[in-house]
């Protein structure tokens, strides 16, 4: 079954899918002002995303287990942190 075999169901659905195409054409300039904002930050978001791997893979290892062992400290100091 489908719209054909009901017409009243098809008026409203393509009446409201008019309504819907004419607030979409009426956001069109901010869709495409977004779209170009877009690929300018792209070129940034690679940067970024080179710069984030470059922090991880300079983290030696025993920075994970670094951070395990004052966690726990402060865990065993009442979640309070400890300050210098």
């Known amino acids: 079954m489908g719209l054909n075999e009901h017409p009243k169901l ?9 309504q819907m195409d004419e607030i ?4 069109k300039p901010l869709i495409d002002e977004r779209e170009k904002l877009r690929k300018k930050m792209h070129p940034m978001e690679v940067e970024l995303r080179a710069l ?3 922090i991880k893979d300079a983290k030696p290892p025993e920075y994970n287990s670094l951070h395990e062992q004052l966690a726990a400290i402060a865990k ?9």
């Open 52 to 54: 984030n791997q470059k």
């Open 10 to 18: 098809k008026e409203a659905f393509y009446e409201i899918r008019g």
């Open 24 to 27: 979409e054409a009426a956001m």
């Open 76 to 84: 065993a100091a009442g979640g309070y942190t400890i300050e210098g």
